[in-house]
């Protein structure tokens, strides 16, 4: 009875939040019929007019307007989270203040006091410059200055930006387009596909999140990314530093497996065949495995060992975790920067991962590589096991990561040059 109960509450929640995002969308629609060519891109995408509902004026102080898909206090991580001291680099080189809208879910009052107070302490927002946490459908009708300078990560993002720059309603010099995967691999050949590929060609400034995917954007868009718009990934040194001091060598080792069966880039299955590979072999022996990144139904692994959920992890128990793990298994078969394995070598732990593209391999000896197959992985697992068993913690090493960019605080100073 409960399970029915619950599902007809999980029902009856989609719903509402489908009416109230169509509500949106006509709202954006209505308000962008007085620019001429609007009506065209309706129903392209929900999202499709949400800055062309926007009223340019010279009357309005300038800000800088970052889009996010969402914005959570609990979960600012990785992509958001980086997308965010971006944007604060951006308003306090340029003394501007900022604005933060969210595609989807509405940020309440007092989340959005969290985040503000995140911004001030985590990436030093200047006072003056305090933030504002918005829904996206502030945007239906609201002035803005002719020289806004807006900010998007994220396709779906960008692309209402792409409408409104088409649509003369902003100008594509104000863009900063923060480029942190290749997008189009997340959809089949589709409208989504072709959408987030376009993007990419909308004439905005693209700074880009690791010299991977720059050489990706390179040789499958033919774009010319500017070698100082390329950021080494944004890592948390502080708290990896942290759980380098706080690791330990155990009598056995531990694997924890970033496990995110929801998102197809980050191969799930392939992940679990490579586990039961490893599980089942005399390095496995002894092994203890767990899963973060996303909540799923507990694995057999071999025998009774299993791989056991942790799901999504706070910020601080993220580190906390690693600094007890010898093992990081993350997949990732896109060539955006995936936090995890980083994070594992720097604070001095052994990764396991995929090659993508020969991106990877040459990165760190504490990296291992394979291609995305099951016993090749589950081969890489094994040494990785071995290499754990027979050394002890290296220490903190960040070092490689120069490899993969600038500093991000150069490439904020530049980019903000830029559009100053």
Request: glycine content about 6%.
């Given at each position: 009875m409960n399970a029915v109960i619950n599902q007809a509450r999980t029902l009856a929640m989609r719903a509402r939040r489908k009416a109230k995002r169509d509500r949106v969308e006509r709202g954006f629609i209505e308000a962008s019929a007085r620019v001429p060519g609007a009506n065209a891109f309706a129903g392209l995408n929900p999202m499709s007019l949400a800055v062309a509902s926007v009223r340019p004026s010279d009357q309005v102080a300038s800000r800088v307007s970052l889009i996010v898909p969402e914005i959570k206090a609990e979960a600012i991580f990785a992509g958001i989270?980086?997308?965010?001291?971006?944007?604060?680099?951006?308003?306090?080189?340029?003394?501007?203040?900022?604005?933060?809208?969210?595609?989807?879910?509405?940020?309440?009052?007092?989340?959005?006091?969290?985040?503000?107070?995140?911004?001030?302490?985590?990436?030093?927002?200047?006072?003056?410059a305090e933030a504002e946490v918005l829904h996206v459908s502030a945007l239906t009708g609201l002035a803005v200055s002719a020289d806004e300078l807006w900010i998007g990560t994220h396709w779906t993002t960008v692309h209402p930006l792409d409408v409104a720059a088409r649509l003369?309603?902003?100008?594509?010099?104000?863009?900063?387009?923060l480029a942190q995967d290749y997008e189009p691999g997340f959809y089949p050949w589709s409208t989504e596909f072709a959408i987030a590929r376009a993007t990419y060609?909308?004439?905005?400034?693209?700074?880009?999140?690791?010299?991977?995917?720059?050489?990706?954007?390179?040789?499958?868009?033919?774009l010319d990314v500017d070698p100082a718009l390329v950021f080494a990934p944004s890592l948390d040194l502080g708290r990896l530093e942290e759980s380098a001091a706080n690791r330990?060598?155990?009598?056995?080792?531990?694997?924890?497996?970033?496990?995110r069966p929801n998102k197809p880039r980050n191969l799930f299955a392939i992940g679990i065949s490579a586990l039961k590979l490893s599980a089942t072999s005399p390095a496995g022996s002894g092994v203890s495995y767990s899963s973060v990144g996303e909540s799923h139904a507990t694995v057999a692994l071999s025998g009774t060992t299993t791989l056991a959920s942790r799901g999504k992890l706070?910020?601080?128990?993220?580190?906390?975790?690693?600094?007890?793990?010898?093992?990081?298994?993350?997949?990732?078969?896109?060539?955006?920067?995936?936090?995890?394995?980083?994070?594992?070598?720097?604070?001095?732990?052994?990764?396991v991962t995929n090659e993508l593209a020969g991106t990877r391999a040459a990165l760190h000896p504490r990296l291992l590589t394979a291609e995305p197959d099951p016993t090749l992985l589950g081969q890489r697992l094994n040494d990785a096991i071995e290499m754990a068993r027979s050394s002890e913690p290296a220490g903190f090493d960040s070092t490689f990561i120069t490899k993969l960019g600038a500093p991000l605080t150069d490439v904020v100073k530049h980019a903000s040059a830029l559009v100053a």
């Open positions: 989270r980086t997308a965010l001291e971006v944007s604060v680099g951006v308003a306090n080189s340029l003394e501007l203040p900022l604005r933060i809208f969210a595609l989807w879910d509405e940020p309440n009052p007092r989340a959005s006091a969290s985040i503000r107070e995140f911004l001030r302490d985590e990436f030093g927002l200047s006072r003056w003369n309603v902003i100008r594509p010099d104000r863009v900063i387009y060609h909308a004439g905005f400034r693209l700074v880009v999140n690791s010299e991977p995917l720059a050489a990706y954007l390179r040789d499958t868009e033919q330990r060598k155990y009598a056995q080792p531990s694997v924890m497996f970033y496990g706070s910020w601080q128990g993220y580190f906390e975790l690693l600094s007890n793990t010898d093992v990081m298994f993350s997949l990732q078969h896109s060539p955006h920067p995936s936090h995890p394995p980083l994070d594992s070598v720097v604070s001095g732990g052994i990764t």
